[in-house]
Structure formats: C-alpha cells, structure tokens
C-alpha cells in the first residue's frame, strides 16, 4: 500500500492546514463512533470539564490579581506615606510568655501585626507581633491557637488593631530580624508545615503518575485502531491506466462504477442491494491496486484491512472489529471497504474454531445489513487468494456477492507490455532496443508484482555497476530474483560434483536441442527462441542447495500430444542417460531423483488417466481417488515406455558424446554458459 499514497512532498501540494485539520477531526471521529457508550458518556464529560475548569481558573487568577493591586495601593490611615506593609521595628522585640489570648486580654495592645508567609495552597506560617508598652512581644501560635484568635478578633476590642504583612514584602532589617525569630520558634512549627515537602513531593508524583497513565492509554488506543483508518482519495498514488493489460479485469471493475455512478437508475429496476465484489486470484496480481484505483476514480475513501487479522485473542473479538469497521463505515454514509487475505472467511462453516465461525456468521449480517437507514452504501471487496474451483467455499458467503472478479497472471503480450511499462518509467537509463524474448518467456507464471520486482533489481545492478541497464542486466536480475542467490565457493573445490552436474544438465539440453533441430530444420534464429534452456550453471544455489542450476523457460503449449509428453520425458532422461554414457550404470547419481520423479507423474498421467498406449481411453485414476496404488496393467505400460523411450534417449546421446566432452570443457572453464554462448559453442564445434 505505501506505493499507493503519495509521496510526502506532493501531498504538501493540497491544502496545509485546513486539510491537517480535516483530517484530524475525521480520525477523532471515527475513534469516537466505535467506542462503547460509557467511553463516549466519559470522554463528553471530560471534553466539558476541560474548557469549564479552564475558564473558572482564568477568571480566579484575573480577579486575584486585581485584588492584589488594590491592596498594594491602599495605605493607613495616619501617618503619611506609612504603608500597609511597613513594621515598627524601633521597639525592642521580646517573646511572650503564656498563651497569646491571655496577654491580648490583660495587657493594654497598640498595635497587631500578624506576618505571615504561604507555604501549601491551604496551609500557612505566622509570627505575630504585639505591640504593648513599648515592646514587641512574639508570639508562634499553634493552629489551633490561631482559630480562636481569628474567631475572636472580629468581636474583640484589640481586633481593630489587626495589621496583616506577608513576609516576603518585608524590609532588609525586618527580614533579619524574622531570622532570628525562625531559629527560635523552628521547633514550635507545626506539623503540616514540616509535612510541607512531602506533600509537594506526593502532588508532583501524583501528576507524573497520571500523565503515565494517559499515554500509556493513549498508545493503547492509537496500537488498537492504528489499522482502522481510512484513506482519502487525494492520497491514492497513481490511476487505473497504471494497471498494464489486464482488459477483461477492468472491463469488469467498470461495471461498479457504472453501478455506482447511476444508482438511481439502477434502483428503477429494483437494484437496491449494496456492492458486494469478490476478488480471487493469485498474490501479486493487482486486487490491492485495482480497489484503490477504483476509490480514487469514484471519489470514495477507502479503508484496507486484513482479514486475517480481524482476531483481536479476546472472545467476539473478530466479531468486534467488524462492528467497529461498519460503525466507522456509517458515519462516512459512502466509502469501500477492502478486506484482504479473506480465505478464512469463506472456508465452509462448522467443525472449525467457533471463533473463526462467529466472524463469518457476523461477515454474513453485515453484508446482508449495510444499507441502513441514513442511506449508507459500502462497497465491500473482499480478495482472497484462492476460488471456488481451488478450494471449497461456504455457499452462503459466495452468494453474498453478486460481483466475482477473477485475477490471473499475465499472458505472454501483457507481461511484455508490463516490463515495458516499469522500463519506460526510467528510460533514460535504459539502453534502446532491448531484445525481451528471453526475458518474456522466462518470466512465465510470473505476477505483475514479481516483474516489478525484476525490473526494480536490475536498476540496482546498474547503480552498482554504473551502467544503463541492458537486456543481460534485466536477465541477471530475472535470475536472483526467480533462482536466488547463487555462488561458486561451495563447488569450486568438488571437481567430480562439478564434472558430473555438467555432463548431466548438458544431457538435457542436448536432447531438447536435437528435437528443435528437426523441427526447425536446423533454423538456428528459429531455435534461439523456442528453446526453453536459457542457462546453464555449475553455481551453488542456497535456496534449493542444488550444486547447479538451468535456468530455462516454460513452454508455451497448454494442451499436450502424447508426442510432446514423450519428448518431455526424454529430456528429463536425458541427464540420466548421459551420466550413464560416461561413468557406466554403477555411475549414475541421485542427481537424477527430481527428474524421475517427474517421468513417473508424466507417464502415470498419459497412461492411467488420459488411456494412452491402450485400446481403451479410460480415467481408471479416477475410480480410485482415495487409494493411491497403481494397477498392474498400468504399472507394466509405464515400465515399458519408459524403457523405450530411455533407450531411444540414451541412442541419441551416445552419437553426442564428443560434443558432450566438449561442452563440459567449455562449462568446466566458464562456471556458467547462457543460450547464446552454448549455441555458437555446438556450431563451432561442427565447423570443425
């Protein structure tokens, strides 16, 4: 999908942050339509509480600190340009002895300053100066002591006298002389005071904690959904015209726009069901890019999703998320839905996980359940590897969709066309004229996606090697791609392995090559391109851990004469044979186990299901699906021509064998030897 959307400097091409902010407020949205109704009753509340609780704070600090103004300009009445804030400190300073309430009752008082400093929002420390003939007396109340004085302070005859200073708005001298008045009262403070850090400590814990568990909830979340998005169709990369050949393909996907661009006419003949479409076929072969193409050209968003990963591990799990889609789905009234990997859906119900039962039966509802009453329309795609004919799908399910679009690989003119498609997208490093002969046939059963790949490895090999790239780069990146790696250390030291690998690959090509050769009447341009070996090889291969490789091409003809499959059989026999013509029956290898193992499906094919080499053409496999013996009439027919046509194999080697030994030399030499190199080798080898 990332080849999908749009690179990031041209989706700064639309419009920044109107567009941001859209797309923010849509992914808000869709998280919020597939929560349970206690989240969204909570997240209401918080979204109220925030903005409230915000505005009440606002107001508190603006009229606090209009307060604070105010009383910072008032001044007492008397003495002028003496502030609320000043402190007598001209009278001697003494401490008091005896509860404070005592003194203030039977001692004449001419002034009260209560200092005071804040220490937590509700907790507070005070040192009150008396003063009373011509002295200070201090006094450190306990908070108990302060209540009754601040209860008594509005009916006593001394409350008058009340003045309130905060100590951090105290002069110099005043300050030091609070010093000394600290050290003296430090072990009178109460205990809230000295509890003071470890409630400052506690909030800032408290606060850490919290914000942890927000984004610990927040990643959860954002983990949880992350794979239900939609994606719009601005950010869908590319169009339709992008998907080279594949006529009968789009052909079919026109129909849904069709459908879809006049459903009202549609509706007249009474068409009312939402879009079911159904897409099967193998890996790589465009599902994915074909239903995103088709969103961008009907203006839809489109959400991707696994289904096999609609398991969540908790019960209903499958069942949920689906719920979650289509309530997400809803909201957007029209939108695709693209399921991808749905081959589990479709398995037949019953005698499986309940589970994997419950989302099918749910996947039933909801496709049936669509259409609702705000006139929503989804167009489900669903696309699955498999069909009806590869495997054995629920009826129920296959009858949801009235749309089932089969993907296949490419044809020998499309995979062309393709490789030309992603060759022209760098032309300017691409040499002119590229033969493509070798290349088409090799790539047989290949997907368009394995093409590009192909293409793709090659570029890189030219970057590497600094060249443009070639018909022979495009070839070598064919083979990493479709051998794999390959390497010359693991045979270079094994002679004898070496030595044998080419005289038994050689005789295969040489049985194959002698076949053509009647047919085109020694036409050598004619063999060069029906000739399926395209290289032959002595490297290692890690992915098979074969010592040697050919790598050849499939053959065109789908339906087989019995003549080709006895020419299929002599080539497979052929590397056999000729190990025998050179190291004598005690010689042959097990090279040859993948090779017979083909002759014997080759002939059980032509002799036990096709009826040929009998009087009668009968399938008797047929009878006998769940048994897996073979009938003695077949069993000798087999044998037989399969000694016939060894033998005859074997004849047409040993009148080679001097181009054999010449063969293996030039290979022996050389480690690999590709078609053209092999050919002008053989007719060299004639001249002479």
């Known amino acids: 999908m990332l080849d999908l959307l749009k690179r990031s400097d041209e989706a700064s091409e639309s419009p920044g942050l109107w567009f941001a902010i859209k797309k923010a407020a849509r992914r808000i949205q869709d998280w919020f339509v597939i929560q349970s109704t206690a989240v969204k009753v909570t997240m209401l509340v918080v979204a109220l509480l925030i903005p409230a609780t915000g505005i009440y704070s606002f107001v508190l600090i603006q009229k606090q600190a209009a307060i604070a103004e105010q009383v910072k300009a008032m001044a007492v009445a008397g003495t002028e340009g003496e502030e609320v804030w000043s402190l007598n400190d001209k009278l001697p300073v003494v401490f008091g002895n005896g509860p404070l309430l005592s003194f203030l009752e039977t001692n004449p008082v001419e002034r009260i300053t209560v200092v005071y400093e804040p220490l937590l929002w509700n907790v507070s420390e005070r040192i009150i100066l008396i003063e009373s003939q011509g002295k200070q007396y201090a006094y450190y109340p306990s908070d108990m002591e302060t209540k009754i004085f601040a209860d008594k302070a509005a009916i006593a005859p001394w409350g008058a006298k009340l003045v309130f200073i905060p100590r951090g708005e105290l002069s110099a001298s005043s300050s030091e002389l609070f010093e000394r008045l600290d050290q003296r009262f430090a072990s009178a403070r109460p205990q809230s005071e000295k509890d003071g850090w470890k409630a400052n400590v506690s909030g800032v814990l408290s606060v850490a904690l919290t914000l942890g568990v927000l984004g610990f909830l927040y990643f959860q979340l954002m983990g ?16 339709i015209d992008d998907l080279v050949g594949m006529g009968d393909i789009k052909a079919e996907v026109a129909q ?20 079911n479409v159904m897409f099967s076929g193998p890996a790589g072969t465009g599902k994915t890019k074909l239903a995103s193409y088709l969103a961008k050209e009907l203006q839809l968003p489109i959400l991707f999703h696994s289904a096999a990963n609609l398991e969540t591990g908790f019960v209903s799990g499958g069942s949920n998320t689906l719920s979650r889609i289509v309530a997400m789905a809803k909201r957007r009234k029209r939108c695709i839905i693209f399921l991808d990997e749905a081959q589990d859906l479709f398995m037949k119900r019953g005698g499986r996980r309940k589970f994997d039962d419950d989302t099918a039966n749910t996947f039933l509802s909801v496709l049936d359940g669509v259409r609702s009453k705000n006139e ?3 167009i489900w795609i669903v696309a699955s590897n498999f069909n009806s004919e590869t495997m054995e799908m629920d009826e129920a399910m296959l009858r949801r969709f009235q749309m089932k679009v089969d993907f296949r690989m490419p044809n020998r003119a499309e995979r062309l066309a393709v490789i ?21 046939d090799v790539t047989e059963g290949s997907s368009p996606a394995d093409l590009e790949t192909i293409v793709n490895q090659a570029g890189i090999s030219a970057v590497q090697t600094g ?3 070639g018909a022979n780069t495009l070839m070598q990146a064919a083979e990493r791609v479709l051998v794999g790696n390959v390497n010359t250390d693991t045979t270079a030291e094994r002679e004898r392995d070496r030595r044998i690998i080419a005289v038994h690959e050689w005789g ?7 076949h053509e050769r009647k047919l085109t009447n020694d036409n050598w341009e004619q063999i060069l391109a029906d000739l399926k070996t395209i290289k032959i090889s002595l490297k290692a291969n890690s992915r098979t851990n074969a010592l040697g490789f050919v790598f050849h091409k499939q053959g065109g003809n789908l339906l087989k004469t019995k003549s080709d499959i006895e020419h299929d059989v002599r080539v ?4 056999m044979a000729n190990e025998e013509l050179f190291f004598g029956e005690e010689g042959t290898t097990n090279g040859a186990h993948n090779d017979i193992t083909r002759v014997t499906q080759l002939l059980h094919h032509a002799v036990g299901e096709m009826g040929m080499y009998r009087k009668t053409r009968l399938n008797f496999g047929a009878l006998s699906r769940e048994h897996t013996e073979v009938d003695e009439e077949t069993r000798s027919i087999m044998e037989a021509q399969s000694e016939r046509i060894y033998g005859e194999t074997k004849a047409v080697l040993a009148q080679l064998k001097p181009l054999t030994e010449h063969l293996v030399g030039k290979l022996l030499e050389a480690d690999e030897m590709d078609l053209n190199e092999a050919l002008f080798e053989i007719r060299r080898f004639e001249a002479t």
Do not use: C, T, W
């Open 508 to 514: 295969h090509f040489l049985v194959d090559l002698e």
């Open 224 to 239: 949880q959904h992350k794979s239900l998005k939609f994606i719009e169709p601005a950010q869908v990369h590319g169009s």
């Open 376 to 378: 929503a329309e989804i």
């Open 420 to 440: 030309n498609h992603y060759l022209g997208q760098r032309a300017e490093k691409v040499l002119p004229n590229l033969d493509l002969r070798h290349l088409v």
């Open 572 to 575: 497979l026999l052929g590397g």
């Open 467 to 469: 060249e443009m790239i």
């Open 256 to 275: 849904i726009k069709d459908q879809y661009e006049r459903r009202a006419e549609y509706a007249e003949y009474g068409i009312f069901k939402p879009f």
